[in-house]
């Protein structure tokens, strides 16, 4: 089967994807974009997976303030390396959890760090990784986090964050 330029360009813009991989996603879903994001979601799960116990050694801390001036938010983001945590992809990262925390103001970073006494509905909403990202609800942060991690190469992390709203 041929696949279009056209169509490994979207899936590129799409994924952020290389292209050849995105190439070898529509060969082998015939065509069809959507089962192509699939396996390239499914793709950068698995790499993610096997680079988890990879030491974070660098990063950076990004600010984000919102509202005009009422709520801040300073989240650290940690790599492998210093030439990662200066590339495009990490920074926009970066800058997009930064985002996610001031709209949706969890309360920690991973579901079992949630404090004790929430109920697990509940607590969804409280974990960061596991809230609906904002700018596409139809992926968890935990989803764009493996999407980039796919795309540098490297294993990251969100390691802290803290959260302040005036008079809250």
């Not at 952020?16 to 995105?22: A, R, T, W």
């Not at 309360?107 to 596991?130: H, Q, T, Y």
């Amino acid at each position: 089967m041929q696949v279009t330029v056209e169509k490994i360009k979207e899936l590129r813009q799409r994924t952020g994807v290389g292209i050849m991989d995105c190439r070898k996603a529509l060969l082998d879903c015939e065509g069809d974009l959507d089962i192509a994001m699939a396996r390239l979601r499914g793709r950068g799960f698995s790499i993610a997976q096997k680079k988890k116990g990879r030491t974070l050694r660098s990063g950076l801390v990004e600010s984000y303030v919102h509202g005009g001036g009422r709520i801040g938010v300073l989240v650290e983001v940690n790599c492998e390396t210093d030439f990662v945590a200066r590339t495009p992809d990490f920074r926009e990262l970066a800058h997009d959890l930064a985002m996610q925390i001031a709209a949706c103001a969890p309360e920690a970073i991973s579901p079992d760090e949630v404090p004790a006494g929430k109920d697990s509905a509940a607590s969804d909403g409280a974990c960061l990784l596991l809230q609906p990202f904002i700018k596409d609800p139809q992926k968890t942060v935990q989803d764009v986090i493996f999407e980039v991690i796919a795309r540098v190469g490297e294993n990251i992390r969100v390691n802290r964050f803290a959260r302040f709203e005036l008079g809250g």
